[in-house]
């Protein structure tokens, strides 16, 4: 199957759907990702897959562009159906003000002070109201998996007695920002009720008073995609001198979304002082998301930040072609010596998950489930105060060799927990146990089922 170099979604949402013979993108075959993840994760995942020979699956987000969940989607849904699962993927409709209202939904699920309206709620309703009169479903799964705040809603209107509905929450989303907002936590609550389970990145994430069973299962990167197979040192070139960068001067990057939460004040700040002691160039790279109008706001301050100063590059990366957007990543960390994500919240951050892969010594806040991924010192650094994080950032300059111990160390971490076929497997037990009853929520709905090992946070963290 030849991959599309765009996902331009039907008319009606579809991204991805054999039924409709709207296949654009694919992965590699199966037996490839043994040579990376071992005959034992793949036979996990067969056996997991085996037990759901022919379900029908729809898995619904708010954009097939941009974002951790689309890329994740991305890999997933093929192999699902490669795997003998019938998984199709569509995306919700709505208009700027709605996006606006669900960016403004996030962010207060992530702590942002700040209610959310009597009119935020009816932008909400109205709009999911016109996505199940448009009969976003239309045929029958037997599985309705839902990623994120946007298309949390649909349940109310669409879900049928035999189907299993999930929520997969990507979010970093805790329950004091709930019980400290009462109308947030009705709001959020109310749509949550008629779900089978849920599924979290992280443990501290789960909604304890939500009644219904809950799995714990982190996201991943799939090794063999555009963003994250090894690319020959030509092709790094070749993006470096596309954008005009030196490559003989040290490169910091810093790659995700155009978000407030990202901390790209913070790598400007620490990267700044680390130049002034020896010379170095930073790469502020990004994307604008369908579902985030927020994104262009951001990145307009960024440019007028950053417009004197010439050792750092702001590279807004066109999605026109998704592969090549990819690959343009992928060779940005390749080329960095150091990568940051000092982000202030953070569900999850695959962006360091994909800077650990690629053996680079990644500088991440303590922050979210960032700390599942990096251990201070051991597999990256933590980000501190500007001051301090310059010093980590010239210490890893001036010291190759150290930097390639915990770049390995980071990598290996993430061949042993965030790879696809590992938590793809976890998914469909999850569904497995759900469909099955293993989990009913009428008899176990404070239950958790974790497929990750559940550390408190400090213990991940190096003494």
């Given at each position: 199957?030849?991959?599309?170099?765009n996902i331009m979604p039907l008319?009606?949402?579809?991204?991805?759907?054999?039924?409709?013979?709207?296949?654009?993108?694919?992965?590699?075959?199966?037996?490839?990702?043994?040579?990376?993840?071992?005959?034992?994760?793949?036979?996990?995942?067969?056996?997991?897959?085996?037990?759901?020979?022919?379900?029908?699956?729809?898995?619904?987000?708010?954009?097939?562009?941009?974002?951790?969940?689309?890329?994740?989607?991305?890999?997933?849904?093929?192999?699902?159906?490669?795997?003998?699962?019938?998984?199709?993927?569509?995306?919700?409709?709505?208009?700027?003000?709605?996006?606006?209202?669900?960016?403004?939904?996030?962010?207060?699920?992530?702590?942002?002070?700040?209610?959310?309206?009597?009119?935020?709620?009816?932008?909400?309703?109205?709009?999911?109201?016109?996505?199940?009169?448009?009969?976003?479903?239309?045929?029958?799964?037997?599985?309705?998996?839902?990623?994120?705040?946007?298309?949390?809603?649909?349940?109310?209107?669409?879900?049928?007695?035999?189907?299993?509905?999930?929520?997969?929450?990507?979010?970093?989303?805790?329950?004091?920002?709930?019980?400290?907002?009462?109308?947030?936590?009705?709001?959020?609550?109310?749509?949550?009720?008629?779900?089978?389970?849920?599924?979290?990145?992280?443990?501290?994430?789960?909604?304890?008073?939500?009644?219904?069973?809950?799995?714990?299962?982190?996201?991943?990167?799939?090794?063999?995609?555009?963003?994250?197979?090894?690319?020959?040192?030509?092709?790094?070139?070749?993006?470096?001198?596309?954008?005009?960068?030196?490559?003989?001067?040290?490169?910091?990057?810093?790659?995700?979304?155009?978000?407030?939460?990202?901390?790209?004040?913070?790598?400007?700040?620490?990267?700044?002082?680390?130049?002034?002691?020896?010379?170095?160039?930073?790469?502020?790279?990004?994307?604008?998301?369908?579902?985030?109008?927020?994104?262009?706001?951001?990145?307009?301050?960024?440019?007028?930040?950053?417009?004197?100063?010439?050792?750092?590059?702001?590279?807004?990366?066109?999605?026109?072609?998704?592969?090549?957007?990819?690959?343009?990543?992928?060779?940005?960390?390749?080329?960095?010596?150091?990568?940051?994500?000092?982000?202030?919240?953070?569900?999850?951050?695959?962006?360091?998950?994909?800077?650990?892969?690629?053996?680079?010594?990644?500088?991440?806040?303590?922050?979210?489930?960032?700390?599942?991924?990096?251990?201070?010192?051991?597999?990256?650094?933590?980000?501190?105060?500007?001051?301090?994080?310059?010093?980590?950032?010239?210490?890893?300059?001036?010291?190759?060799?150290?930097?390639?111990?915990?770049?390995?160390?980071?990598?290996?971490?993430?061949?042993?927990?965030?790879?696809?076929?590992?938590?793809?497997?976890?998914?469909?037990?999850?569904?497995?146990?759900?469909?099955?009853?293993?989990?009913?929520?009428?008899?176990?709905?404070?239950?958790?089922?974790?497929?990750?090992?559940?550390y408190k946070l400090d213990k991940?963290?190096?003494?």
């Open positions: 199957m030849v991959e599309s170099e008319a009606d949402g579809t991204v991805y759907s054999k039924r409709k013979n709207f296949c654009p993108m694919s992965v590699p075959p199966i037996e490839a990702y043994t040579a990376i993840v071992g005959e034992e994760e793949m036979e996990r995942l067969l056996r997991a897959a085996k037990q759901l020979q022919g379900l029908k699956l729809l898995e619904l987000n708010s954009t097939a562009q941009g974002g951790g969940v689309a890329e994740m989607l991305y890999s997933s849904i093929p192999m699902m159906n490669a795997l003998g699962i019938e998984a199709e993927w569509k995306i919700i409709q709505g208009n700027k003000e709605y996006f606006e209202c669900t960016k403004s939904l996030h962010n207060l699920l992530q702590g942002m002070e700040g209610d959310f309206t009597r009119e935020m709620v009816k932008t909400y309703t109205d709009n999911l109201a016109r996505c199940s009169e448009a009969n976003i479903i239309d045929y029958e799964p037997e599985v309705v998996l839902v990623h994120d705040p946007q298309p949390l809603g649909l349940a109310h209107w669409l879900k049928r007695a035999e189907q299993k509905w999930l929520w997969r929450c990507h979010i970093d989303i805790e329950e004091e920002t709930l019980e400290n907002n009462p109308g947030l936590w009705d709001f959020v609550t109310g749509w949550t009720d008629v779900y089978d389970a849920a599924i979290f990145t992280s443990a501290h994430y789960i909604v304890s008073q939500w009644p219904l069973p809950k799995f714990i299962i982190p996201p991943f990167i799939d090794p063999l995609s555009e963003k994250n197979r090894e690319l020959p040192q030509q092709k790094i070139d070749e993006v470096l001198a596309r954008y005009q960068i030196d490559p003989v001067i040290p490169i910091i990057a810093h790659i995700g979304r155009f978000d407030p939460w990202k901390g790209i004040d913070r790598t400007i700040a620490a990267f700044r002082l680390a130049r002034a002691e020896k010379r170095c160039q930073l790469i502020l790279a990004g994307a604008l998301a369908s579902d985030d109008p927020e994104g262009e706001r951001i990145l307009n301050d960024i440019y007028e930040a950053t417009k004197k100063d010439e050792d750092i590059h702001v590279l807004n990366l066109s999605q026109a072609d998704r592969l090549e957007n990819f690959r343009e990543v992928n060779a940005i960390q390749r080329a960095a010596r150091v990568i940051m994500q000092p982000s202030t919240k953070e569900g999850f951050g695959l962006v360091i998950t994909e800077g650990l892969w690629k053996s680079k010594p990644v500088i991440g806040a303590d922050v979210g489930a960032i700390p599942l991924q990096i251990r201070d010192g051991d597999t990256g650094y933590f980000y501190q105060t500007p001051r301090r994080t310059a010093k980590k950032i010239l210490y890893l300059l001036e010291n190759p060799q150290a930097a390639t111990a915990i770049g390995e160390k980071g990598k290996k971490y993430v061949k042993e927990h965030f790879l696809l076929p590992s938590r793809l497997a976890d998914q469909l037990m999850a569904i497995q146990m759900t469909v099955k009853g293993a989990v009913d929520k009428n008899i176990c709905s404070q239950c958790i089922v974790s497929f990750h090992p559940w991940r963290r190096r003494k």
